[in-house]
């Protein structure tokens, strides 16, 4: 959940770009909500509707947040905010592999 106006999002910005660096596999798709205005609402929506996520993406309120969500059962499993660190967020994800 991101908005480029938002000082969470800006803040957690580092850590969501090293975890899509690090985290390469086919079996993990990084997706942006992007909340910034409402062109890029409008097409988060249309990914996240042809994603199947569209639900779990609209029972969360605000921006600033990292989602972790179930390919297959498309239900919400952890969300991380810009308190978490990169360490935490990477043993979670390895986790649940």
């Known amino acids: ?23 390469t596999t086919d079996k993990l798709l990084f997706f942006r909500f992007d909340l910034t205005d409402d062109q890029t609402k409008k097409q988060s929506l249309i990914k996240a509707g042809e994603l199947g996520i569209t639900k779990v993406l609209s029972d969360i309120r605000g921006t600033g947040f990292l989602v972790i ?14 308190s978490d660190n990169k360490e935490t967020i990477v043993g979670y994800i390895e986790n649940k592999r």
């Open 1 to 23: 959940m991101h908005a480029d106006w938002c000082p969470a999002c800006q803040k957690m910005e580092p850590t969501y770009l090293d975890l899509q660096a690090e985290l």
């Open 69 to 82: 969500i179930d390919a297959q059962t498309k239900e919400k499993l952890k969300v991380f905010t810009n």
